[in-house]
């Protein structure tokens, strides 16, 4: 499961909560607002923007990614 925004307040809480249920989560995240001691050991930290589409969709591919959770914003 990718998690964007994982090294933030609710990503990070999403992130740690998914491990805990034992699945396989991929962390994307940007540094803008969050902080890597944030993301727990078990998550796959990436380095990344959500607004590049091509880094999504290359993270998507490489871990195999079927499902994204993280915060909706209107």
């Known amino acids: 499961i990718l998690v964007p925004g994982a090294a933030g ?8 909560e998914l ?8 962390a994307f995240d940007n ?12 998550v796959k930290l990436i380095e990344g ?3 590049d589409a091509a880094a999504v969709k290359r993270v998507c591919r490489k871990f ?11």
Request: hydrophobic letters at 45%; a positive charge.
């Open 9 to 16: 307040y609710v990503g990070s809480v999403v992130a740690s």
């Open 19 to 26: 491990v805990n249920a034992r699945h396989s989560v991929v």
């Open 31 to 42: 540094f803008s607002a969050g902080h890597r001691a944030a993301v727990v050991k078990r």
């Open 49 to 51: 923007d959500i607004a």
């Open 64 to 74: 195999r990614i079927e499902e994204a959770r993280g915060e909706e914003r209107s």
